[in-house]
């Protein structure tokens, strides 16, 4: 049974207290530019989204990758081989959600692990913006709810189906 991160778009603030918990947890410093989540904000459109691996059923940036790095560990997350990784940027360019993005100091590709289960994110955020879910339940339903006022405001989706 996989998880991922479920974001619900009405409830961030934009605070970024998620990225540098990302941060802390997985490199010991306070560097949004070190963190596996990213907040973006679209002032023009009032839109605050934190952007995040989506743990994709089809990973189009596992299939990019030439050396096999990005790989399913046994929880069924989707993680990065750092020992494997030749930094390509091959997966960055595959993810259509921004979900995987090259680390500035090794060049290498991260993305969210859910931090072996306990997200760092998640426990950071004040708001409940950010959630786990799992692909046994409704939680694919819900994390398209959550994203939906993103995807009707650039076009993407006139309605999303549950």
Request: glycine share 10%; hydrophobic share 40%.
């Amino acid at each position: 049974m996989a998880q991922f991160l479920i974001v619900d778009v009405h409830r961030c603030t934009g605070c970024r207290n998620c990225e540098l918990a990302c941060s802390v947890r997985n490199r010991n410093t306070f560097s949004p530019a070190l963190a596996r989540i990213r907040v973006v904000r679209d002032e023009a459109r009032g839109l605050v989204v934190p952007v995040v691996c989506l743990q994709c059923e089809e990973p189009l940036c596992r299939d990019a990758c030439p050396v096999g790095a990005i790989v399913e560990g046994v929880s069924g997350v989707l993680t990065v081989n750092q020992d494997l990784c030749i930094g390509c940027g091959n997966c960055v360019t595959a993810c259509v959600y921004g979900g995987i993005v090259l680390e500035p100091v090794s060049r290498r590709a991260i993305k969210c692990d859910l931090c072996g289960g306990d997200p760092a994110c998640v426990e950071a955020c004040e708001y409940g913006a950010l959630t786990v879910g799992d692909s046994a339940s409704t939680d694919r339903a819900d994390r398209a709810r959550g994203m939906s006022p993103v995807l009707r405001e650039y076009g993407l989706v006139t309605e999303v189906r549950e």
